[in-house]
């Protein structure tokens, strides 16, 4: 049986709003996912090769990683390979250890965490182990790297950092932990000298990445709720940070924020929810909310531009951008591209009659990733 994380949270996320609302109303019924609209599709896929990856799914996110020559994949027992981008292996290795969440990619290396905390380095270009190393508490996040250390944030509200080269420890942050939380972590996110990271309590830090040093540490959201579920406002997406000197954040049932990136002072806040990640183009910021409705907001004002609200509860993927375009699947398995002016649906493509899991995107290549555990490669034509 799949184990398919982010349908389970997603689950959880409509579980628990949905009993907020049975305790004032036992008689509202569960709303439906809307029914999809026709529409002219402006482009069409065309399917180039399918393949099975996954027979359960990870705990944690799952996201595969590419470079130039490759794409790298990675199933839950261990096994990670090479392809080329007509799907053809390059190499494959059986590491037989249970991974917890997705694979990172950085300077040629490939990283991965595990269900008991050992994190490993593998070379690119080989698959050949550069080291393996341990951390402590569960991780359900891929780790990143800057070249100089690798970060790894585990579900107790700790950051982890290893050196690059050997694995060796570094250094380690502790925030503070919610007593109730959901059930996924954000992955850090480097630029320039400094690391990123949401946590489950709401905040969003800012690390000096080789000393450790905190440089501020910052409430994305104030909780307001009453109840420990209603205070629940974990970061679970990855942060951006925007070339206008802003870093963007959202929490679950709170707020999308813009924090200046020096002083860790907040620009705006505009009130919403979302586990997914933020896509920003054009000095623009795009997320898919809670509710599936897909939002546009000026970057720097923080007003909201538009607001696409066609799929409401299809339980879309993370929204990941293609030239001017956004792209997303929902659960019957339809791929959907969203012109970023505008939020106007501009093609439809169904590769599976699955879920749509994840949506992959390098340089032309789309790669879909359904809840059966297949990905198919797929072009525009």
């Given amino acids: 049986m799949l184990i398919n994380f982010k349908m389970l949270k997603k689950i959880l996320i409509i579980f628990l709003t ?10 509202k019924e569960e709303e439906k996912p809307v029914e999809l ?34 794409i790298f994949v990675f ?10 981008f007509f799907g053809n292996e390059i190499w494959k290795k059986d590491f037989n250890q249970k991974i917890s969440a997705g694979l990172g990619y950085g300077f040629n290396s490939i990283f991965f965490a595990t ?3 050992k994190i490993f380095s593998i070379d690119a270009k080989s698959g050949n182990k550069n080291w393996e190393s341990k951390v402590d508490g569960e991780v359900l996040s891929s780790p990143s790297s800057n070249g100089l250390i690798v970060a790894i944030q585990s579900t107790n509200g700790k950051i982890t950092a290893l050196d690059f080269n050997d694995g060796t420890f570094e250094w380690e942050y502790q925030s503070t932990v919610s007593a109730l939380s959901l059930r996924g972590t954000s992955k850090p996110v480097f630029d ?11 905040n969003l830090v800012k690390i000096e990445s080789r000393s450790g040093v905190i440089q501020w540490e910052v409430p994305v959201t104030v909780s307001e709720g009453v109840s420990e579920i209603e205070r ?56 898919v909310d809670s509710e599936d409705f897909i939002r546009s907001y000026d970057g720097v004002k923080g007003n909201s531009l538009w607001v696409l609200e066609d799929f409401k509860l299809r339980q879309l993927s993370s929204p990941k951008r293609y030239q001017d375009f956004l792209i997303v699947g929902d659960f019957e398995g339809y791929l959907h591209l969203i012109d970023l002016n505008n939020g106007s649906i501009e093609a439809r493509f169904r590769p599976t009659n699955k879920a749509v899991k994840e949506v992959f995107i390098f340089n032309d290549a789309f790669f879909s990733l359904d809840d059966s555990g297949k990905i198919s490669a797929l072009k525009i034509k």
């Fill in 18 to 27: 949905f009993s907020l609302i049975a305790c004032q109303s036992d008689s």
């Fill in 37 to 70: 609209n026709e529409i002219d599709s402006k482009f069409s896929f065309e399917k180039i090769w399918t393949k099975n990856l996954f027979s359960n799914f990870p705990l944690g996110e799952v996201n595969l990683v590419f470079n130039q020559e490759s």
């Fill in 75 to 84: 199933n839950e027992a261990g096994i990670i390979s090479s392809l080329d």
């Fill in 115 to 117: 269900e008991n905390g």
């Fill in 192 to 202: 320039k000298n400094f690391l990123y990271v949401g946590f489950g309590n709401g």
């Fill in 232 to 287: 629940m406002i974990d970061i679970d997406a990855k942060p951006v940070i925007s070339s206008n000197g802003l870093a963007y954040a959202v929490t679950y049932q709170g707020d999308l924020s813009a924090i200046e990136i020096e002083q860790g002072r907040t620009i705006w806040r505009s009130s919403t929810s979302s586990t997914n990640n933020i896509i920003y183009a054009k000095n623009k910021t795009f997320i």
